[in-house]
Nanobody, 117 residues
Framework: QVQLVESGGGLVQPGGSLTLSCAAS????????MAWYRQAPGKQRELVAQ???????TYADSVKGRFAISRDNAKNMVFLQMNSLKPEDTAVYYC???????????WGQGTQVTVSS
C-alpha cells in the first residue's frame, strides 16, 4: 500500500511561479516512476512530467522549458517547479507513483492550481 499527498497548489498570476510537492509513504519499491498529471474541467487527464527512480525525465511539450520535476529519494518526495505560468495551466494536479515490476499505480487526491489575473 502506498499513500501520496500533494501540497503547494493555489492562485497565481500569469507569468508567476509555483512549486508543488508530493510526499509518498508506505511500501515504496524500485524500479518506479513518479509523475505529475493534470486535469482541467471537462478535459482528459494528461501527463505533465515524469521521473524514473533512475533519474530519467520526460515532459509534455506544452510545459518544456517552464516546468521542472525533481525527486528526493531519501525523503520519498517529488516536486514540480512551475515557472512562467499561463492560464492554460489551470487544472487539478495529481501526483502518481508507478511500481514497474508490480504494474501498480497509486494516485494522490490532487491539488488545485489556478492561473488568473
Amino acid at each position: 500500500q502506498v499513500q501520496l499527498v500533494e501540497s503547494g497548489g493555489g492562485l497565481v498570476q500569469p507569468g508567476g511561479s509555483l512549486t508543488l510537492s508530493c510526499a509518498a509513504s508506505g511500501n515504496i519499491f524500485r524500479p518506479n516512476r513518479m509523475a505529475w498529471y493534470r486535469q482541467a474541467p471537462g478535459k482528459q487527464r494528461e501527463l505533465v512530467a515524469q521521473m524514473t527512480s533512475g533519474g530519467a525525465t520526460t515532459y509534455a511539450d506544452s510545459v518544456k522549458g517552464r516546468f521542472a520535476i525533481s525527486r528526493d529519494n531519501a525523503k520519498n518526495m517529488v516536486f514540480l517547479q512551475m515557472n512562467s505560468l499561463k492560464p492554460e495551466d489551470t487544472a487539478v494536479y495529481y501526483c502518481n507513483l508507478q511500481n514497474i515490476l508490480a504494474s501498480a499505480n497509486y494516485w494522490g487526491q490532487g491539488t488545485q492550481v489556478t492561473v488568473s489575473s
